[in-house]
C-alpha cells in the first residue's frame, strides 16, 4: 500500500506529521508490517523526535542553524551556489546531515513510535513550502 503525504510548512523548523501518518496506517487495515517514509526534496529532511515539549524542537531548529549558516553569513563564504537565494545551499547540506527516509515497524494497526515520538518533517528553507512524502506500508 502507498500514498503521498502532502506536508505543508510555514518556513523553517519541525513540522510534526505524525496524524497523517497514524491515519494513512490505520485506513491500510494491516496489523503488522514495515512503513518506510521517503521525502521527495534535497532541501528538507525527515525525523523521529520528542513531540511533548516544543522547545526540544526550536533547540534542534537552533542547533542546525549556528552549525550551518545562511550562505550570506561570512562563515559560508566557500559555497558557491547561491543562485537560488542564502538558504538553499545551507538547506542541502542540512538535508544531507539528515535522514530522507524513515523505516518504522507497524505493529497492532500503528506506527510503533515511544510515548514520546512524533514524526517530523524538518524544513530547512526559509519561506513556506508544500513538501511530498511517499509513505509505503508493506505487510
Request: hydrophobic residues 40%.
Amino acid at each position: 500500500m502507498q500514498t503521498v503525504l502532502n506536508i505543508r510548512t510555514s518556513g523553517p523548523g519541525l513540522h510534526e506529521f505524525t496524524a497523517e501518518v497514524v491515519r494513512f496506517v490505520r485506513d491500510s487495515g494491516i496489523e503488522q508490517g514495515l512503513l518506510t517514509l521517503f521525502v521527495q526534496h534535497t532541501s528538507c529532511s525527515l525525523c523521529i523526535q520528542e513531540n511533548a515539549d516544543p522547545d526540544v524542537r526550536r533547540d534542534l531548529d537552533g542547533f542546525f542553524r549556528r552549525l550551518v549558516p545562511r550562505s550570506d553569513d561570512p562563515a559560508m563564504r566557500w559555497i558557491e551556489h547561491t543562485t537560488e537565494g542564502p538558504d538553499d545551499m545551507p538547506a542541502h547540506i542540512k538535508a544531507a546531515l539528515n535522514a530522507v527516509s524513515l523505516s518504522i515497524p507497524v505493529t497492532g494497526g500503528r506506527p510503533a513510535l515511544g510515548a514520546w515520538q512524533g514524526i517530523y518533517l524538518f524544513e530547512h528553507r526559509d519561506r513556506p513550502h508544500t513538501r511530498r512524502v511517499v509513505a509505503h506500508l508493506g505487510a
